[in-house]
């Protein structure tokens, strides 16, 4: 479910989490008092996985590339260690 930020006029503003169907909250919780619902900059995105454009939709030139750019990184025998 989605958090909407709401200010009360006596209060101060809090978060509240509501369906995307549910009308926005007309008072406020604890004191019953008008509100207003303001717009969030709370934007928690998660990418993980697999299933983005960047990563499973490349051309397989592409692909062939980075893996033959890969291999001679990983077999120049240089070492950050020495």
Known sequence: MPTYEYRCE????F???Q???ESPLQAC???GGPVERLISRNV???FKGSGFHVTDYRS???????????SSVG???S???D
């Open 75 to 77: 077999s120049s025998g």
């Open 29 to 31: 919780p604890t004191c």
């Open 44 to 46: 928690n995105i998660l």
């Open 10 to 13: 006596r209060c101060g503003t």
């Open 79 to 81: 070492s950050l260690d």
């Open 19 to 21: 369906a995307i169907t």
């Open 15 to 17: 978060e509240a989490f």
């Open 60 to 70: 397989k030139s592409y692909k062939d590339a980075a893996k033959k750019e890969e």
